[in-house]
């Protein structure tokens, strides 16, 4: 018997539409998969299609056994797509295990990425801005980073026959291999595992804070200690990193959604509705000498820039999305991060501003919260800032597990390219495990983690605001000198020029301060 060709001709179906093959996946779900290309797409023709060629005009002359075979085909190609090459290896990854996403999971899981604790220090920044500064900057950077997450969201599938399922495959081929790797993985690898590492400190310090309000003069003479509070806290969030896919915890992320949406009005709400201190003012934080106030200038335009995240997970969240050309993902991809982006302007400028007007330049380090505390805890009802730490609580445990996902799909990357097969649920929860307990550790040996707000945005501010622009230019090519080539490049420029002046000011600002900065300080 001759040996089958390793590709064979795609066999057409009989009916009009075909669904889209699947692939079973090791969690037991099913991936919607597109059909494997047997060549290169062609770079000339631009607007080439799949089904470009099958036009009425060249139907028209040909009979109808053969026309009805083309039309078969024609429907067959549109539902299948762009022809996507496929990797084996994606079907076993937490990120493109499952494609069955949709636009309700594009907005929550770039509302939970795009908003949490990081918000609640934008009145610190206003401090040191004022009125007029702290609003401009705030409103240019939102508009900024909804335009760069538009241009991550039309890249993801920029080359016909490919998807670019995450930031570091779209860095390698918009800069080269070598070179995106140098750009892109630092930064996206602080904000996925960085970010989840601040998460347990601030989830600890906050359940510290809620076992307090809520235990009162009841509590026993030998409480935990905070850093007891937050081994409690990575141990709830290795339970829910269980889950084995970025589709499957779509209600986690709902879950954090809707807990940043509450706190963050109950934040504000709770602060314009109190007497006002006495000694407030609304003028600049003054300081002895100009470059001082320069650089704690630049360290709260740091701190606005640190306050936009979500960007590192933009194509990650793309990736578990069906794309058909005739239903290419971009389309709920950005319809729902359209709604997510709404929610987090009526949520940002809010906390900004509420709290800004609430306490002025008393502001405390640590934001909103610390400021609710030491100003209003005996006037609020217990049972109200009791559910306020509650919902940080909530929305730290659900922001903790999709910041993680890109680490857990990095070491299940490694493990089934050597072992060429994927990762049982043994090794799965294995590496979740220890994750967890890494995060853990690297948060009790650098507590001050969660106080490096202006440097982080300053050191990850690429990420979200210059390397959108420079991709845009290198891999569509618009024409040269024409308005979005220098919009981009200037666009790109301006956000690394920000990167370097946030992250000097970053650097004074720790300096200065000694490291004693926290986002939550229990009282004594």
């Not at 800069?175 to 601040?198: H, I, K, N, Q």
Request: hydrophobic share 45%; proline share 7%; glycine share 8%.
């Amino acid at each position: 018997m001759e040996e089958r060709p390793e590709t064979e001709l795609i066999s057409i179906p009989a009916t009009p539409r075909a669904s889209t093959p699947e692939i079973l996946t090791p969690s037991g779900q099913r991936s919607p998969r597109g059909i494997s290309s047997t060549g290169p797409a062609s770079k000339e023709a631009k607007s080439w299609t799949p089904t470009s060629f099958i036009s009425p005009r060249f139907l028209s002359p040909i009979g109808t056994p053969m026309k009805r075979v083309l039309v078969n085909m024609k429907g067959y190609l549109e539902e299948v797509g762009h022809l996507t090459k496929l990797n084996p290896q994606d079907a076993w990854l937490p990120i493109t295990e499952s494609r069955n996403g949709n636009a309700h999971y594009s907005a929550f899981h770039n509302l939970n990425a795009g908003f949490g604790f990081q918000a609640l220090v934008l009145p610190v920044a206003f401090s040191f801005l004022g009125w007029s500064w702290g609003i401009i900057s705030l409103t240019i950077a939102y508009f900024w980073q909804l335009y760069t997450l538009w241009i991550l969201v039309r890249l993801h599938e920029a080359v016909p026959g490919k998807r670019y399922n995450r930031y570091v495959e779209l860095a390698q081929a918009a800069f080269g291999e070598r070179l995106g790797v140098w750009l892109a993985l630092f930064p996206t690898v602080y904000l996925s595992a960085g970010t989840a590492t601040a998460l347990i400190l601030i989830g600890g310090e906050t359940m510290k804070l809620f076992f307090q309000i809520v235990c009162g003069p009841l509590c026993s003479s030998n409480p935990l200690t905070t850093v007891e509070w937050y081994l409690v806290f990575t141990s709830l969030c290795i339970v829910l990193s269980q889950l084995p896919n970025l589709n499957s915890i779509a209600g986690l992320s709902l879950v954090g959604a809707v807990t940043a949406i509450i706190y963050s009005t109950m934040a504000w709400v709770l602060s314009v509705s109190q007497q006002r201190p006495p000694s407030i003012s609304y003028e600049p934080i003054g300081l002895p000498s100009f470059s001082a106030s320069l650089f704690s200038f630049l360290n709260a335009l740091g701190i606005i820039a640190f306050a936009f995240r979500g960007h590192n997970l933009a194509l990650e969240i793309q990736a578990t999305m069906p794309s058909t050309f005739k239903h290419p993902a971009h389309v709920p991809m950005w319809k729902g991060a359209k709604v997510a982006y709404c929610f987090i302007a009526m949520c940002l400028f809010p906390v900004a501003i509420g709290g800004f007007w609430a306490y002025g330049n008393l502001m405390p380090s640590g934001g909103i919260l610390n400021a609710l505390f030491a100003f209003h805890s005996h006037d609020i009802p217990r049972g109200l800032l009791a559910m306020t730490f509650l919902l940080v609580v909530f929305n730290c445990l659900s922001s903790f597990q999709i910041y993680s996902m890109p680490a857990f799909d990095s070491f299940e990357a490694g493990y089934t390219s050597r072992t060429n097969r994927p990762c049982s649920i043994w090794v799965r929860s294995g590496f979740r495990v220890f994750y967890g307990f890494v995060s853990f550790f690297i948060g009790v040996a650098l507590p001050f983690l969660s106080s490096l707000a202006g440097l982080l945005g300053g050191l990850t501010l690429p990420v979200t605001f210059a390397y959108p622009c420079f991709m845009w230019v290198l891999i569509k090519k618009p024409t040269k000198y024409s308005f979005s080539w220098y919009f981009n490049w200037i666009l790109g420029w301006l956000g690394v020029a920000f990167s370097l002046a946030f992250s000097i000011g970053g650097i004074w600002s720790i300096v200065n301060s000694g490291l004693k900065l926290k986002f939550f300080k229990p009282p004594n």
